[in-house]
């Protein structure tokens, strides 16, 4: 099923985009909260201000999931996808441009959103396609556990970061740690855009019934 059937290829995207997202999470939240006339950068927000100011990625991904599949059926997969990658590209370039602008630094989370939420409904869609009805349950449980262990790597590579960049005579990361990390970010969207064009020479192709006994409904199409 990883090799012949192509879940293999769709699995290797899900780590790239695990790295990307949950390792910036934390990051981000970081920077909300620093205090700009301690540390020099951030908007020294409290917990109550970061929850307001990190909903617009929430509320973009779940409107963008809800329309994904309608959008994939127009636009086709792979096009959805590398749509995906440059719209969370764009956003980790937006926090990193904006850093010092708390409105437009917020205003970017409905750009991510828009790019996580097509990402999220799309592709657990195509690894599901990509086996047999029998096999679904093990693909569907690959692709979590890809998700878990690139969120775990993404923790560990992250924390090495900003607890290898630090303020002079202090333990606290510097405004470089931030913009090193969002970097890294924007480079891995950028590396799942240029990998989505080889979806189907790589990732193979949906399991196709044998009988209409075996027919199953795929949220989401095959063409380009």
């Known amino acids: 099923m990883l090799t012949k059937g192509g879940v293999g290829f769709l699995l290797v995207l899900t780590l790239v985009f695990g790295l990307q997202f949950y390792g910036a999470v934390t990051v981000s939240t970081l920077y909300y909260s620093s205090k700009p006339d301690i540390v020099g950068y951030g908007f020294g927000l409290d917990s109550m201000g970061i929850a307001f100011a990190i909903t617009p990625v929430p509320i973009a ?92 790597t993404a923790g560990a590579i992250c924390a090495a970061i900003m607890s290898g960049m630090l303020i002079s005579g202090s333990k606290i990361p510097n405004e470089g740690a931030f913009i090193t990390v969002w970097s890294g970010c924007i480079g891995a969207g950028v590396l799942i855009f240029m990998l989505v064009p080889f979806l189907n020479k790589l990732g193979g192709k949906a399991y196709q019934p044998e009988s209409p006994e075996q027919v199953i409904n795929h949220p989401v199409r095959e063409s380009s």
């Open 61 to 152: 991904l779940m409107i963008s999931a809800a329309l994904a599949d309608r959008f994939a059926r127009r636009f086709g997969t792979r096009t959805a996808l590398q749509i995906s990658a440059a719209l969370i590209s764009t956003w980790f370039g937006g926090l990193i441009v904006f850093r010092h602008t708390l409105s437009a630094f917020i205003s970017m989370g409905f750009v991510g959103g828009t790019g996580i939420g097509l990402f999220v409904a799309i592709l657990p869609a195509l690894v599901i396609s990509r086996a047999r009805p029998e096999d679904s349950a093990i693909a569907g449980a690959l692709y979590n556990t890809a998700r878990t262990v690139a969120g775990a």
